[in-house]
């Protein structure tokens, strides 16, 4: 074999030189390409380090706050910030202003996390069948984050889409057993049980039924219900020139009326409900401090005359001004399959035989798609900022307080944040609200 080896490199001597030379000029260069990139990248690392600073020049914390596990390894916890609650007073604040060569002193306090809805919208206009007088889309949606690698399937949506006329309560506040529809007749307010006033489909010959909601949401307090479990069933007329009449649309006191109803397409909107967190700040020292004036993109700055405004709208209120930002870091997406189902009937079907009906149809699959959580959130604040009056407005019903991280030591020196099974009762037994209980 080496006799064989031998042979050849004598009988093809040039051929064997230019390809030990290619070897060795190939092996240099990745050499020394490789050096070059690790010099350049380590310069790159020293002048970031060389050049970074942190806004503030001493971090000043209620006393307590530091934990043992920062006074053994010498360093401050992440999210310092963002996961402590509480601090200094005012007595306090003032004595660090007046300590000699400070400059600035810019107190901030974190109140909590407040859910904010955020609306992901799927188009299911090519989704429906304009030859069929009465179908259901399904709409099975898939949460998304961690980059996908956290995935949850939730309930399914409904849209119910028919040829035939539909009514609508037109005063749901009336306390009687009967409220008036736009029909101008009376139909009983609760006719699918616990649910509240639902559509009406008029059916041939006049006679009309209501069209149930196929879920029944569990308001009680402490319950386990989350965003993956609000599923819905939504009604919309398929009029005869190809658009879409949907319900009536609430519009706030003093802004244009919603006018037509009819829409050219046949949107549905998926809500995921968000954790933001709320900080108050003084907003003159965070001008100074870091230019937070010259951060607005849209709206105003925080003015330091800004105060609360009690309002009495049927309940009392009180609206504050809030910085929000304008691209979440929320890591998320939404995807959706669409499914057209033939049910043989959906007007006067209660909630549990209406369920059975839409499981047992007959459906054929009619598309897909995905939209980012992010896109919703930016196109709620630019409708908001279009709409006349102030923009814009969000319900804080709770606030909610996370407790410190606690970590366990690994035998390689590193730390692992201990997880803790969801406790629902500390969200309270009266509010209904979208926490998040799981």
């Known amino acids: 074999m ?86 200094i007073t005012n007595e306090h604040y003032e004595q660090i202003g007046s300590v000699s ?59 119910y889409v028919t040829a035939r006329p539909l009514i609508y309560p037109v005063d749901i506040t009336a306390g009687d057993a009967e409220i008036e529809y736009s029909d101008g007749r009376h139909y009983p307010r609760k006719p699918c049980g616990d649910e509240g006033a639902t559509p009406r489909e008029v059916l041939p010959g006049g006679r009309s039924e209501p069209v ?32 879409f009449e949907g319900p009536p649309r609430w519009v706030p006191a003093g802004e244009p009326s919603a006018g037509d109803r009819a829409v050219d397409r046949l949107t549905l909107d998926i809500w995921w409900n968000v954790p933001f967190l709320l900080a108050a700040v003084d907003p003159a020292a965070e001008d100074r401090l870091v230019g937070l004036d010259r951060a607005v993109i849209a709206g105003r700055p925080l003015r330091a005359d800004d105060a609360p405004l009690d309002e009495r709208l049927g309940a009392l209120t009180r609206e504050f001004p809030v910085l929000a930002t304008s691209r979440p870091y929320v890591d998320g997406q939404v995807q959706a399959s669409y499914t057209r189902l033939l049910p043989p009937r ?16 007959p459906g054929s699959r009619v598309g897909d798609a995905e939209q980012e959580i992010t896109a919703g959130y930016q196109d709620q604040m630019t409708e908001g900022m279009q709409r006349p009056g102030p923009c814009c407005f969000g319900l804080l019903e709770s606030v909610v307080q996370a407790g410190p991280t606690e970590y366990a030591g690994q035998p390689d020196a590193a730390l692992q944040p201990r997880t803790f099974p969801a406790v629902p009762e500390v969200y309270g037994a009266t509010r209904s609200a979208s926490l998040p209980r799981r």
């Open 212 to 243: 149930c909601d196929v879920l029944r949401h569990d308001d009680t307090g402490g319950s386990t219900m989350s965003d993956a479990d609000s599923g819905s069933l939504l009604a919309y007329r398929l009029l005869p020139d190809g658009r």
């Open 346 to 361: 959906v007007a006067g079907l209660q909630a549990e035989a209406l369920a059975r009906a839409l499981t047992a149809a």
């Open 2 to 87: 080496f006799r064989f080896i031998r042979g050849q490199l004598r009988g093809r001597a040039g051929r064997s030189v230019a390809l030990l030379a290619g070897m060795l000029v190939a092996t240099t260069g990745f050499v020394v390409l490789t050096g070059a990139t690790t010099t350049s990248r380590l310069e790159v690392v020293g002048s970031v380090e060389e050049s970074t600073r942190a806004a503030y020049d001493i971090l000043v914390r209620p006393q307590g706050s530091r934990t043992p596990l920062e006074a053994e390894r010498g360093v401050v916890r992440p999210n310092y910030l963002s996961g402590l609650f509480g601090g």
């Open 101 to 159: 060569g400070v400059e600035i002193a810019a107190p901030i306090a974190m109140l909590g996390y407040s859910l904010h809805s955020l609306r992901v919208r799927f188009d299911l206009t090519d989704a429906v069948d304009r030859t069929l007088e009465r179908q259901v889309i399904r709409v099975d949606p898939t949460f998304l984050a961690e980059r996908g690698l956290s995935t949850t399937k939730a309930t399914p949506h409904f849209v």
